[in-house]
């Protein structure tokens, strides 16, 4: 994470050098209210790195390892406020659940394909323990259990 410069104006912070990552050819925002749970995603043949920053806000940030013949062993979450990053490789489900009103950037590797879009459910991994009845996409309810 870069250092995050504040004053009586508010906020500046350099999220992440273009020449030190992944070549990333699309950015995105979202705006999530408190208790919205966004994932796991993740696209099946162009898999995308991503590059995540809480650009005000604050989530749990999860993440499991799909390439494995036992995704359950290499998972993560994080805990992700105003200024925090969090690189996400290829081969990775990723989502968040807002633990506040919050806005996030992504940076991504490859561009959305919508028939390629899977995910798994998000309370199949440990990454989101303690989170109960999250405010969820229709799509999100659907995914594999």
Known sequence: MSPLYTDDRGYLFEAFDRNSLDNFVTEKYSYS???????????????Q?????????????????????D???KFGAFRLFTG??????????HGFYALEDSIIHYACSDVRYEEEESGI???????????????LSEKDKRWPK
């Open 33 to 47: 209210h408190k208790g919205v749970l966004r994932g796991m995603h993740f696209q099946s043949k162009h898999s």
């Open 49 to 69: 790195a991503k590059f995540v920053t809480v650009v005000h806000g604050m989530i749990l940030d999860g993440i499991v390892d799909m390439s494995d013949v």
């Open 71 to 73: 995704p359950s062993i």
């Open 84 to 93: 925090d990053s969090i690189y996400i490789p290829k081969g990775f489900a």
């Open 121 to 135: 459910m998000w309370n199949k991994y440990p990454v989101f323990e303690g989170v109960k009845d999250p405010i």
